[in-house]
C-alpha cells in the first residue's frame, strides 16, 4: 500500500497525472500551437471580416 500512496503523491489522484501531462500533453500541445496557430488566427480574422 505504500506504493501506492507514494505513487498518488508522485502523480496525483486525477487525469492527467504529472507525467503523463509532461511527456505527453505538453509536447502535443506545443507542436500544435506552433504549427496551427497562425492558419487558425487567419481564419478567425477572415470570419471578422465576413461578419461585420
Known amino acids: 500500500m505504500a506504493q501506492k500512496d ?3 503523491r508522485a502523480e496525483g ?3 492527467p497525472g504529472k ?3 509532461e ?3 505538453e509536447p502535443a500541445y506545443e ?3 506552433a504549427e496551427l496557430l497562425a492558419p487558425m488566427l ?3 480574422k477572415a470570419y ?3 461578419a461585420c
Open 23 to 25: 511527456v505527453v500533453l
Open 31 to 33: 507542436q500544435t500551437k
Open 42 to 44: 487567419e481564419v478567425n
Open 6 to 8: 507514494e505513487w498518488l
Open 13 to 15: 489522484d486525477r487525469f
Open 48 to 50: 471578422l471580416l465576413i
Open 19 to 21: 507525467t503523463y501531462a
